[in-house]
């Protein structure tokens, strides 16, 4: 994040030097008078460029900041407003009286009269008159300059606009990063939170099962601590990185299904269907996690038989889980507990944006999730 911070600043300078070097440039290149030398075409745009770049500075330092990025933009409006009224004011008087001062205006003729070549000889058809059809005068045919305060009035208004929208555009980059960053730790708490939602009553649950297999059956009471041992593990080291692979998720998840099954008698028909082959791929840790728990937590019935299926499918490039429970009468989707289902829509979307469909139908008596994501 610091790194692509980096990139904006920098990609903002270049972009800001870029723009007045071609404001310093283009017209010394594109000048239409190459009799004048180069320096005074220089000259005329630094009394154009000078002011600007204090508009510039101003509305960048201070007017932005100060009333735009604060709400004020009806007073960041009026301000930027007399600023360019006043600097254009400014430059129109300043060339008005480098214009009117007789001793200056004088020398500076003079000086241009001893730089022109010599006059050229007459003409043959010099004394001859003039065809009426003739095109008029050189001089005449030019058309006269802009002013210099006229074209000051444009290039304000062209600067102010471009820095203006070029501070407000990375302001709104760099509040959609920040809150990304925001949205991205929080799902980072929301799996801490899955994981200590998890681990307690869960792990209680199913101690006390063990307990009570120690006495029954032996070998299944050290078959059961086996797995939970790996899903403590599991959860302890493995949920800590961005990604796990796609074999790790599942004996997880089969894990969990098995000792669930431990605490529930035969009238809840429990099936896992896990292919047989598993795709050597990655994908976020507990992401089917809080479907599945759900499903045990709000599709069982002690007293009433009733059934969860849960089907796992790899394509080429996409995971599918699939899970059907019973549902009980006053079982809802609001119901549902843990992270939730909107938590986990976040999640996802954070996680794949479009690329991938969770579809939940909430029928009369059974509830079924199905979520497709890539792998």
């Given at each position: 994040?610091?790194?692509?911070?980096?990139?904006?600043?920098?990609?903002?300078?270049?972009?800001?030097?870029?723009?007045?070097?071609?404001?310093?440039?283009?017209?010394?290149?594109?000048?239409?008078?190459?009799?004048?030398?180069?320096?005074?075409?220089?000259?005329?745009?630094?009394?154009?460029?000078?002011?600007?770049?204090?508009?510039?500075?101003?509305?960048?330092?201070?007017?932005?900041?100060?009333?735009?990025?604060?709400?004020?933009?009806?007073?960041?409006?009026?301000?930027?407003?007399?600023?360019?009224?006043?600097?254009?004011?400014?430059?129109?008087?300043?060339?008005?009286?480098?214009?009117?001062?007789?001793?200056?205006?004088?020398?500076?003729?003079?000086?241009?009269?001893?730089?022109?070549?010599?006059?050229?000889?007459?003409?043959?058809?010099?004394?001859?008159?003039?065809?009426?059809?003739?095109?008029?005068?050189?001089?005449?045919?030019?058309?006269?300059?802009?002013?210099?305060?006229?074209?000051?009035?444009?290039?304000?208004?062209?600067?102010?606009?471009?820095?203006?929208?070029?501070?407000?555009?990375?302001?709104?980059?760099?509040?959609?990063?920040?809150?990304?960053?925001?949205?991205?730790?929080?799902?980072?708490?929301?799996?801490?939170?899955?994981?200590?939602?998890?681990?307690?009553?869960?792990?209680?649950?199913?101690?006390?099962?063990?307990?009570?297999?120690?006495?029954?059956?032996?070998?299944?009471?050290?078959?059961?601590?086996?797995?939970?041992?790996?899903?403590?593990?599991?959860?302890?080291?493995?949920?800590?990185?961005?990604?796990?692979?796609?074999?790790?998720?599942?004996?997880?998840?089969?894990?969990?299904?098995?000792?669930?099954?431990?605490?529930?008698?035969?009238?809840?028909?429990?099936?896992?269907?896990?292919?047989?082959?598993?795709?050597?791929?990655?994908?976020?840790?507990?992401?089917?996690?809080?479907?599945?728990?759900?499903?045990?937590?709000?599709?069982?019935?002690?007293?009433?038989?009733?059934?969860?299926?849960?089907?796992?499918?790899?394509?080429?490039?996409?995971?599918?889980?699939?899970?059907?429970?019973?549902?009980?009468?006053?079982?809802?989707?609001?119901?549902?507990?843990?992270?939730?289902?909107?938590?986990?829509?976040?999640?996802?979307?954070?996680l794949y944006g479009n690329d991938y469909h969770l579809d939940i139908i909430d029928g009369n008596n059974v509830f079924t999730v199905n979520l497709s994501i890539p792998i």
């Amino acid at each position: 994040m610091k790194t692509y911070g980096k990139i904006i600043k920098y990609s903002e300078i270049i972009l800001v030097v870029f723009v007045w070097l071609v404001l310093m440039i283009t017209p010394v290149l594109f000048r239409d008078d190459y009799t004048n030398p180069v320096w005074r075409s220089i000259n005329n745009q630094l009394e154009i460029l000078i002011p600007l770049s204090v508009l510039f500075l101003v509305n960048r330092f201070l007017l932005v900041p100060a009333l735009l990025f604060r709400g004020k933009w009806q007073l960041y409006i009026l301000a930027v407003f007399f600023a360019i009224i006043a600097l254009a004011s400014g430059s129109y008087i300043y060339d008005t009286a480098i214009k009117k001062n007789p001793p200056l205006r004088k020398a500076m003729v003079e000086k241009e009269i001893r730089r022109m070549p010599p006059p050229a000889r007459n003409s043959p058809d010099e004394g001859r008159d003039r065809d009426p059809f003739d095109p008029p005068d050189r001089q005449q045919r030019q058309p006269r300059p802009m002013p210099p305060f006229a074209n000051f009035l444009i290039l304000s208004v062209l600067i102010v606009g471009f820095d203006t929208g070029l501070r407000s555009g990375l302001r709104w980059i760099e509040s959609e990063n920040e809150k990304e960053r925001l949205e991205k730790e929080n799902v980072a708490n929301q799996l801490v939170l899955l994981r200590s939602q998890i681990s307690p009553h869960f792990f209680m649950n199913t101690l006390n099962n063990i307990h009570s297999l120690v006495d029954i059956n032996t070998e299944e009471a050290k078959e059961a601590i086996i797995k939970l041992s790996k899903m403590m593990r599991y959860l302890l080291y493995e949920t800590e990185a961005e990604k796990t692979t796609v074999k790790k998720e599942v004996e997880f998840i089969e894990s969990y299904v098995n000792l669930m099954r431990l605490r529930f008698n035969e009238k809840v028909k429990i099936n896992l269907n896990i292919p047989d082959i598993i795709p050597d791929k990655s994908l976020p840790p507990l992401i089917f996690t809080s479907l599945i728990e759900n499903a045990f937590k709000h599709g069982i019935s002690y007293k009433t038989e009733s059934f969860i299926n849960i089907d796992l499918v790899f394509g080429d490039d996409r995971m599918l889980l699939v899970i059907k429970n019973s549902k009980q009468k006053a079982e809802r989707v609001d119901d549902f507990s843990g992270i939730g289902i909107e938590n986990t829509r976040k999640r996802l979307k954070l996680l794949y944006g479009n690329d991938y469909h969770l579809d939940i139908i909430d029928g009369n008596n059974v509830f079924t999730v199905n979520l497709s994501i890539p792998i």
